[in-house]
């Protein structure tokens, strides 16, 4: 039998192309607050699986949820200002 140890560079060589790039990680970085946000509502959805939520757990979610609605509108108008600013964009 063959180890896929000795196979591994095969399947999956190992390249630089691996890691993020600078834009890649200027993207994640501006997104960081609406994946906070969905993090959170999560967090809190996952939390009242196994029970009836509370009044405090439904404030909690709808607390969270207006979060993550204000984390994304955010994104867009930002995304919104930048295409209208650059060259060529639609005025």
């Known amino acids: 039998m063959k180890s896929i140890a000795a196979l591994h560079d095969v399947v999956t ?7 993020p790039s ?11 607050p ?12 996952v939390t009242v699986l196994d029970r009836t939520p509370s009044v405090l757990d439904e404030r909690r979610i709808r607390r969270a949820r207006r979060k993550v609605l204000a984390a ?3 994104l867009t108008n930002r995304a919104a ?9 639609a005025a």
């Open 13 to 19: 060589p190992w390249s630089d192309g691996l890691e």
């Open 22 to 32: 600078d834009a890649e990680l200027d993207a994640i970085e501006r997104e960081m």
């Open 34 to 45: 609406l994946i906070e946000a969905r993090v959170e509502l999560l967090d809190a959805q």
């Open 72 to 74: 994304r509108r955010a």
């Open 81 to 89: 200002v930048v295409t209208v600013s650059m060259p060529g964009g």
